[in-house]
C-alpha cells in the first residue's frame, strides 16, 4: 500500500485520482487524498486538483481535514479564486465545539497567503485570541505573526497587536511563550514600534512561565528577557537567581539562551559580591556539557564559547582539557577547538597544550595540521616563558621534513622572531637547511625576511637569497611592480643616505640585500616587505571590544556564529540596533530602548544632563578611593619607545611591524593610483614629509603617529592647588587614549602620593591604570605623564558633552578641575565603513538628524583633507568630484559604537568647506564638526 | 523561524521538502551541495551556511542531511536541536530513520511535520503529544484501517499539551505496572602513546522506561549524588528538590524517555577500564612494517569487559596488512586502509592480541603520522563513575509498581595515539 503512495509517474495518476477523489466511498476519498499529498510532498504539481480536493474539505473526518488542510496550505496560493470556497468551512470551523477543530482552522486559514481570504480571516482570529480553551489561544498568537508577515497594516489597524500584548499576561505559560515568540518575530521587522514593553512587573510574569513552558518557549522567553535591562544591581541579581536553573536543561539552546542573560546581568553584579563569584562557578559546567552533544551542537557552542572566553576568561580558564581534539571531530569542531585552546593557553597549562599541539600536527588533514603549528607560534607569543619550548617544538616538526609543516614552521618562526628579536637566532641554521623546500609565497616571504634580518649572522646570505630568488623568476607577475618599486626605492634611497654616516654594518648589509632583492624579484621583494602583519602583539585576533560586547548580547544567535553584529548580515533586519551590556552603575540610561536606535550610552536617552552642584560633585569625588599608586615599575607604552630605535628597527618598523599607524600608512600609499585616496608615497605636497617622517619617528606628531594631539594646556593652575601646576592634553596613539600630563611642582615642598580620578562622565573615560609618578616631585620640576585611559568606566551625560572632571590627589590635598578633551579622541581605527553600508545607513538616518556647518578659510585639497583627517580616524569612504567641487563621504565611530556620517563638501572657487553630519544621536554632532575644524586647522 | 526543510542524501538528491512559510525554491540547496562537495567527508559540512538571502542550518544523522532554511535570525541551536528531534520522531515512528522508511511512510512524515512546526515555531515535539495527535503507522494498524475505515490520526485534544504537566497524558492504564531506569555512562577519552591519559570524562545518562498506571510522582535518591554537579533534567524533574536534597522527584512521561544526562568532568579522576599495548613500527627504507596490540583490562571491578572492537586507519602507505589474532576477527580495507578487529570479551587470563606485519608501497618514505586506534567496548553491571542509586519511590497511586536498575558502561570516544 505504501509504494503505491509513492508513486512515481503522476501525470498518469492525475486522472485517476481525480476520479477517486470524486468517489462516493469515504474510503476511496481518503486514500486518494493521501496519494495526491505523497505526490505534492515529493515536488510534483498536483495543483490541477485543487477543486477536486476541497470538495473533500467538509468532512467530520479529522485526518481527511487535515490532508486537504495541507492540500490547501501548499496549493492556494496558485488558485487563489478557488481558494475562496474553501473560506466558509474555515469560518465554520472556527466555531466547532471541538477546541482542536478550532485551533486547526484558524492555524490553517493564517497559512493561506492569499489576500482575498486574510480579510475573512481577522474576525475569526479576534475570536480565537479570546478563546476560553488556552489552546486554541496559543495557536491563535502565531496565527498573528502569520498575518503580520502576509499584510502588517491589517495587524495594526485591527489591534491584534495590542491584543497580542495582552496575553504576555495569559494564565497559561504556553500562551504566554507563544505571544512572547510572535511579538519577537513582529518587531524584528518593526523596529520602532516598542512591542515588548518590558517592565518589572511584565519580566516577572515572564520569569513565571519559564517555569513553566515547553523548551521553545523557554527560550523564547530567555531571548526576550536577554532584551531587558534590570534598574539596578539587586534587580539584576534575582533575575538571574531565576534563570540559573535552566543551565541544567536537557536543551542546549535554552542553555545557551539562559547563558545569554547570565553573562549580560552579570554586568550589572558588584564584583565583590559572592553571589557573582557563585555565578561565574554555574556557568562552567553548562558549557563544557555542550561539547558532549552533537557535533553541531558543538560548533555553534564552540562559537560561542570563544566570544565568552574573550569576555570573561575565567569561566573556563581550568577546563582546557575538554577543548583537546579528538582524531575523528569533524573539521569544523577541530578548528574551533584549536582557536579556543589557544585563547585559554596560559603559563600554567602552556606545556600540556604544546604537546597536544605537536600531536596535532602529525594529523592527515593539512588544513588542520597548519592551524596546529600556526597555533604554537601563537602560544609561543603569547605566553612568554613558553616561546623557548615552542621553538623547540617547531624545530622537532621541521626535522619531520614533511613539506607543508616545514613551511608553516618557517612563517611562525619568523613571528617569533618579530616578537623576541636577537633571541633564538640559533636556530637559523637548520631554517637555511630547508630554503629549498620552499614553494608557498608566505614560506618564502618569511624566509627572506629572516635571512635578510639576520644577514649579519649568515655568513652566505646574499648568495642564499640569489638562489633563492632564481627558482621563482618564471611566476614573478609585474603586479604592482611599480608600487613596489618606488616604495622600496625610497626605502633604499634613505638607507644609502644613512649607510655612509653610519658605520653600522648591519644596516648597510640589509640595505644591499634589499636592494638586491628589489632587482631581481619586485613581486617577492614586495611580498617580503608587505606580507608583514602590522602587529605582533599577544593576540591580533581578539574581537575589538565593543563588537565583542554587542556580541555577548546575541549569544546564541547567528550573530554569535558569525561574530558579527546581526545588522550586518541578516536580511531584513532594518533599522539597527546595536546592543550594548548594560553598564555596572546604570542608572536609568536603558541602552536597549529600541527607540533609541543607535545612540547608545545614555549621551542621547540620558535623562537630561544635570551637572552636579559643585557641591555635590566634591562629595562624589571625595568619597572616590583615591589609592596611592602601585609600586610596580611603569611600563612605557611599546609606541613610545618606538620612534627612538631607527637602527634596531630598522625596515621592519618601516613596514609597520610594531606600529599599526605606520602600516596604514603604507597602506594609503600603495593604495595610491586606485582611486581617491591620496596618491603614492611622498607624491603629494600633504606627504611631503611621507619617508622623511617616517625615519623620523621620534619627532612627534608626523602623519605617520596618526592623531593630531592638541598643545598642552593649563588644566590646573598653580596658585589654586597649592603650588601644583597641571597642564595636559589628550592624545590617541596605536588606538588607545592617553591623558598626557604634565605636573610642576611650584610649591616649597616635595609631592608625593599622586593618584588621580574621575568623575562619570559622557563616555565612560576612566584611567587604565594608576597615576605613575614614581619619583617624588621636587620644587621647581617638572615631571611629563602618560595615562592610559578606557571607555569602561560609568556614564553619566554631561555639559558640554565633552567635559571632564578629574580629581588629582597628591600628599598635600586633593583637586578638583575640569578639561574638555576633542571628540576625535574617541574616533577609533575600524570606523571605516562599507561603501554600500555607508549609502544605507546615510538613507536610514532621519534628515532630521543632518546638521550642517559651514567651515571658512580653507585652501586645502580634498585629498590632502582626506589624508589629514584619516590620520584622526575620520574614514573617506567615496569621492566624487561634482561641478568643480569634491564631495568627500566619510565615515566615523566612536568608541561606544555611534557612527557618524559625513559630506564634506571642497570647492575649488571658494575657500569655505561645507560639511553635512548625520548620525543617529545629533547631539555630538557640534562636537565632530569642531573636530573637523581642529584637525583641518592643525 | 524555521521556513522550510530539505531532506538530502548522501548522493546529494533532495527527497523530501517541506515550507512552514511561503515556499523557498530547491535552488537554494545549491549552496548546500557546493558546501557537500567541498567537504572531504559528509561529517565535515558546515552546519551553518550563509547564503545571500537565507542561512541553511543542518544536522547529518543516518546518513540523511536534514537541512534547515532560516531567513531572519532565529539561534542556530534551536534549529539544530529541533532538527534533531524531528530525526528522533521518525527513529520513534518507524523503527529507522532511512530515505527508504521516510519514503514509505511519506503521508505520516508530512503530517509530523506539520504537526512539529507552525508557521516554523515549534508546536508539539513530545513523542507523547505526538502520539496521542498521530498514531504510529504499525503493521497491525494497517491492517485494521483498511479494514474498518479508522485512521491515524487521534480524535481528541492533546490533553498534555495544556496540562501542568506537559509531557503527560491522562488517563495512562497499564496491567502490569514497571518502571525500569538504565544507567549508561560513556568514556570520552584520549591516551597518549605512554599510556598515559591525556583527558577522560564521562558522560551519563539516565534512560528511563516508566510503564504507570495514573499520575504517579516518583522520587529517586543517589547514594553519592555529589558525582552529579554538572547535570541536564527532563523538564519533568523539579529543580528546586534537587537544589536542596539531591532527590530527583518528578511525574515521569508515560514510556520512554531521557530522566537526566550528566557529565563527569576531566578534572575528576576517570578509570579507564582498558589498556592497550601497542607497537606499530615503520622502518626508512624497508617495505614492511611491524604491528603489534595487545589488549588488557584494568580498574574494571571484576566486570566483564566485552563487544571489544578496535579500529584504525592506517598511513595510506600500507598496502596491506598479514595479521593474526589471538581471539576474534579482523579486516582490513586497502581502499580505506581502514583495520577493524572485533575482539569479543577479554579474557584477563588469556590477552588478546594481534599482531603480524604491514605491506608498504615500495619506494614511498615513512609516513608521517601514527595511526589513532578507536576502541569500542561495553561493561555491563558497572557505572564507571561509581555512580548508585539508592532507592525509588512512588508516591500518588496506590498499586505497587516492579522497578528496576541496570548499569552500563561504554566507551564513547575512546582514542588510543601510538
Not at chain 1, 578629574?806 to 575600524?830: G, M, T
Amino acid at each position: 500500500e505504501t509504494n503505491k503512495l509513492y508513486c512515481t509517474s503522476v501525470k498518469c495518476c492525475i486522472f485517476e485520482l481525480k476520479a477517486e477523489l470524486n468517489s462516493d466511498k469515504k474510503e476511496k476519498k481518503k486514500e486518494a487524498v493521501k496519494k495526491v499529498i505523497a505526490s505534492m510532498t515529493v515536488g510534483k504539481d498536483v495543483s490541477a486538483l485543487f477543486p477536486d480536493v476541497v470538495n473533500c474539505m467538509q468532512t467530520d473526518n479529522l485526518e481527511l481535514k487535515k490532508l486537504v488542510y495541507l492540500y490547501l496550505m501548499n496549493y492556494a496560493k496558485s488558485q487563489p479564486d478557488m481558494a475562496i470556497m474553501a473560506v466558509n468551512t474555515f469560518v465554520k470551523d472556527c466555531e466547532d465545539p471541538n477546541p482542536l477543530i478550532r485551533a486547526l482552522a484558524v492555524r490553517t486559514m493564517g497559512c493561506i497567503r492569499v489576500d482575498k481570504i486574510t480579510e475573512y480571516l481577522c474576525e475569526p482570529l479576534r475570536k480565537c485570541l479570546k478563546d476560553e480553551d488556552p489552546y486554541v489561544r496559543k495557536t491563535a498568537a502565531v496565527c498573528v505573526a502569520k498575518l503580520h508577515d502576509i499584510n502588517a497594516q491589517l495587524v495594526e489597524d485591527q489591534g491584534f497587536l495590542d491584543t497580542l500584548k495582552d496575553l504576555i499576561s495569559d494564565s497559561n505559560p504556553m500562551v504566554v511563550a507563544n505571544a512572547v515568540a510572535a511579538l519577537s518575530e513582529i518587531s524584528e521587522s518593526h523596529p520602532n514600534c516598542n512591542l515588548l514593553d518590558l517592565n518589572p512587573q511584565s519580566i516577572n510574569k515572564l520569569l513565571t512561565a519559564l517555569n513553566e513552558c515547553t523548551e521553545w518557549g523557554q527560550i523564547f522567553i530567555l531571548d526576550c528577557l536577554a532584551n531587558y535591562t534590570p534598574r539596578d544591581d539587586r534587580e539584576s541579581q534575582s533575575i538571574c537567581e531565576r534563570v540559573t536553573p535552566r543551565l541544567s536543561h536537557a536543551n542546549s539552546a535554552v542553555v545557551l539562551s539562559a547563558v545569554k542573560v547570565l553573562m549580560k546581568f552579570m554586568e550589572m553584579l558588584p564584583k565583590d559580591l559572592d553571589y557573582y563569584g557563585t555565578l561565574l562557578k554555574k556557568l562552567a559546567p553548562p558549557l563544557v556539557t555542550l561539547l558532549s552533544a552533537e557535533p553541531e551542537l558543538q560548533y555553534v557552542a564552540l562559537r560561542n564559547i570563544n566570544l565568552i572566553v574573550q569576555k570573561r576568561p575565567e569561566i573556563l580558564k581550568h577546563e582546557m582539557k575538554v577543548f583537546f581534539v579528538k582524531y575523528n571531530d569533524p573539521i569544523y569542531v577541530k578548528l574551533e577547538k584549536l582557536d579556543i585552546m589557544i585563547r585559554l593557553a596560559s603559563q600554567a597549562n602552556i606545556a600540556q597544550v604544546l604537546a597536544e599541539l605537536k600531536e596535532y600536527a602529525t594529523e592527515v588533514d593539512v588544513d588542520f595540521v597548519r592551524k596546529a603549528v600556526r597555533a604554537i607560534g601563537r602560544c609561543a607569543i603569547k605566553v612568554e616563558q613558553s616561546a623557548e619550548r615552542c621553538v623547540s617544538t617547531l624545530l622537532d616538526l621541521i626535522q619531520t621534513k614533511v613539506n607543508y609543516v616545514v613551511q608553516e614552521a618557517i612563517v611562525v618562526i619568523k613571528d617569533i622572531f618579530r616578537k623576541y628579536p636577537n633571541k633564538y637566532e640559533s636556530v637559523i641554521a637548520t631554517l637555511c637547511e630547508n630554503l629549498d623546500s620552499l614553494d608557498e609565497p608566505e614560506a618564502r616571504a618569511a624566509m627572506i625576511w629572516i635571512v635578510g634580518e639576520y644577514a649579519e649572522r649568515i655568513d652566505n646570505a646574499d648568495e642564499l637569497l640569489e638562489s633563492f630568488l632564481e627558482g621563482f623568476h618564471d611566476e614573478s607577475t609585474q603586479v604592482s611592480e611599480t608600487h613596489t618599486h618606488t616604495h622600496l626605492q625610497h626605502v633604499l634611497h634613505k638607507h644609502t643616505q644613512n649607510t655612509p654616516d653610519s658605520d653600522n654594518p648591519d644596516l648597510r648589509d640589509r640595505g644591499y640585500i634589499y636592494w638586491r632583492l628589489l632587482s631581481t624579484d619586485p613581486v617577492a621583494a614586495k611580498e617580503v616587505v608587505l606580507a608583514e602583519k602590522p602587529l605582533i602583539s599577544e593576540e591580533t585576533d581578539l574581537i575589538e571590544p565593543t563588537l565583542l560586547e554587542e556580541l555577548i548580547c546575541h549569544i546564541g544567535s547567528l550573530a554569535s556564529v558569525y561574530h558579527k553584529p546581526p545588522n550586518a548580515f541578516v536580511e531584513g533586519s532594518r533599522g539597527v540596533q546595536h546592543k550594548r551590556l548594560p553598564a555596572r552603575t546604570a542608572s536609568g540610561e536603558s541602552a536597549e530602548s529600541p527607540d533609541a536606535g543607535q545612540s547608545v550610552g545614555g549621551v542621547s536617552d540620558a535623562p537630561p544632563a544635570v551637572i552636579p552642584s559643585q557641591g555635590d560633585l566634591l562629595g562624589d569625588l571625595l568619597n572616590l578611593d583615591l589609592a596611592p599608586p602601585s609600586a610596580s615599575v611603569p611600563v612605557v607604552p611599546a609606541s613610545m619607545q618606538m620612534g627612538v630605535d631607527l637602527l634596531g628597527g630598522g625596515l621592519d618598523s618601516l613596514v609597520g611591524l610594531h606600529r599599526p599607524s605606520g602600516s596604514q600608512y603604507i597602506a594609503v600609499g600603495l593604495a595610491g593610483g586606485t582611486g581617491g585616496m591620496p596618491a603614492g608615497l611622498g607624491g603629494t605636497p600633504a606627504m611631503g614629509g611621507g619617508l622623511g617622517d617616517l625615519f623620523d619617528l621620534g619627532g612627534g606628531v608626523g602623519m605617520a603617529t596618526g592623531s593630531y594631539v592638541p598643545p598642552k594646556a593649563v588644566w590646573l593652575p598653580a596658585m589654586k592647588a597649592k603650588g601644583l601646576e597641571i597642564s595636559g592634553t589628550f592624545a590617541r596613539r596605536g588606538g588607545g587614549i592617553h591623558m598626557d600630563l604634565s605636573l610642576t611642582n611650584n610649591a616649597m615642598s616635595i609631592m608625593t602620593d599622586f593618584a588621580i580620578q574621575f568623575n562619570r562622565n559622557s563616555f565612560g573615560l576612566a584611567p587604565a591604570g594608576p597615576l605613575q609618578v614614581l619619583t617624588p616631585l621636587a620644587q621647581n620640576q617638572t615631571i611629563d605623564v602618560s595615562l592610559p585611559l578606557n571607555t569602561n568606566g560609568p556614564i553619566m551625560k554631561m555639559e558640554p558633552l565633552n567635559n571632564l572632571q578629574v580629581a588629582v590627589k597628591n600628599n598635600i590635598d586633593v583637586f578638583y578641575f575640569s578639561c574638555q578633551y576633542p571628540i576625535s579622541l574617541l574616533f577609533v581605527e575600524d570606523g571605516k565603513m562599507d561603501r554600500q553600508v555607508f549609502l544605507a545607513t546615510w538613507k536610514d538616518i532621519p534628515s532630521e538628524n543632518e546638521t550642517q556647518y559651514q567651515i571658512k578659510d580653507f585652501h586645502l585639497n580634498s585629498d590632502a583633507a582626506s589624508t589629514k583627517l584619516q590620520g584622526s580616524n575620520v574614514f573617506t569612504v567615496a569621492k566624487r568630484t561634482v561641478d568643480a567641487q569634491d564631495l568627500l563621504y566619510q565615515s566615523i565611530k566612536l568608541t561606544n559604537g555611534i557612527w557618524a556620517l559625513a559630506e564634506l563638501r571642497i570647492q575649488s572657487i571658494t575657500p569655505n568647506y561645507m560639511l553635512a553630519l548625520k548620525c543617529r544621536a545629533p547631539e555630538v554632532s557640534q562636537y565632530i564638526c569642531q573636530c573637523y575644524e581642529l584637525l583641518l586647522r592643525n | 523561524m524555521i521556513h522550510s526543510l530539505f531532506l538530502v542524501n548522501a548522493t546529494g538528491d533532495i527527497f523530501l521538502e517541506k515550507h512552514w512559510k511561503s515556499a523557498v525554491s530547491r535552488s537554494v540547496c545549491d549552496y548546500f551541495f557546493e558546501a557537500q562537495e567541498r567537504a572531504t567527508e559528509p561529517e565535515n559540512v558546515p552546519p551553518v551556511i550563509p547564503t545571500p538571502h537565507h542561512y541553511l542550518i543542518s544536522v547529518f544523522r543516518h546518513r540523511i542531511f536534514f537541512v534547515a532554511v532560516i531567513q531572519s535570525e532565529v539561534p542556530p541551536l534551536f534549529v539544530i536541536e529541533f532538527l534533531h528531534r524531528v530525526v528522533d520522531t521518525f527513529q520513534d515512528y518507524f523503527g529507522v530513520c532511512t530515505e527508504a522508511a521516510i519514503k514509505d511512510n511519506v503521508v505520516v512524515v508530512y503530517e509530523l511535520l506539520e504537526e512539529m512546526l507552525d508557521n516554523g515555531f515549534p508546536l508539539a515535539t513530545e513523542s507523547n503529544i505526538l502520539k496521542e495527535l498521530i498514531k504510529p503507522p504499525t503493521i497491525l494498524r494497517t491492517v485494521v484501517n483498511t479494514i474498518t475505515g479508522s485512521t491515524n490520526v487521534g480524535e481528541q485534544l492533546p490533553t498534555g499539551q495544556l496540562s501542568v504537566v506537559p509531557w503527560r497524558r491522562t488517563g495512562v492504564k497499564y496491567t502490569n505496572n514497571e518502571a525500569y531506569f538504565d544507567v549508561v555512562e560513556e568514556i570520552d577519552a584520549i591516551i597518549d602513546k605512554s599510556g598515559s591519559t591525556v583527558t577522560a570524562e564521562i558522560q551519563g545518562v539516565i534512560d528511563a522506561c516508566v510503564k504507570l498506571t495514573g499520575m504517579p510522582d516518583l522520587t529517586l535518591s543517589f547514594m553519592n549524588p555529589r558525582l552529579l554537579d554538572d547535570v541536564s533534567f527532563h523538564p519533568c524533574v523539579r529543580f528546586k528538590r534537587w537544589e536542596a536534597e539531591r532527590i530527583l522527584s518528578f511525574i515521569p512521561p508515560d514510556g520512554n524517555f531521557r530522566l537526566l544526562s550528566y557529565h563527569v568532568s576531566s578534572q575528576n579522576l576517570v578509570a579507564i577500564p582498558v589498556y592497550v599495548k601497542h607497537n606499530i613500527t615503520f622502518r626508512e627504507g624497508s617495505s614492511q612494517g611491524r604491528f603489534d596490540l595487545t589488549l588488557g583490562p584494568k580498574q574494571t571491578m571484576g566486570k566483564v569487559v566485552e563487544s571489544v572492537l578496535v579500529s584504525s586507519r592506517l598511513p595510506r602507505v600500507v598496502l596491506n596488512a598479514n595479521l593474526s589474532p589471538s581471539q576474534g576477527t579482523y579486516t582490513f580495507d586497502p581502499v580505506t586502509k581502514l583495520l577493524t578487529w572485533d575482539v569479543g570479551k577479554i579474557n584477563p587470563q588469556k590477552l588478546p592480541s594481534l599482531k603480524g606485519s604491514m605491506s608498504l608501497q615500495a619506494g614511498a618514505s615513512k609516513p608521517d603520522e601514527n595511526p589513532t586506534i578507536n576502541i569500542q567496548f561495553k561493561i555491563p553491571q558497572m557505572a564507571v563513575s561509581g555512580l548508585k542509586v539508592n532507592r525509588l519511590d512512588m508516591y500518588g497511586e496506590k498499586y505497587k509498581p516492579f522497578k528496576g536498575i541496570k548499569y552500563m558502561t561504554m566507551a564513547g570516544k575512546f582514542q588510543v595515539r601510538t
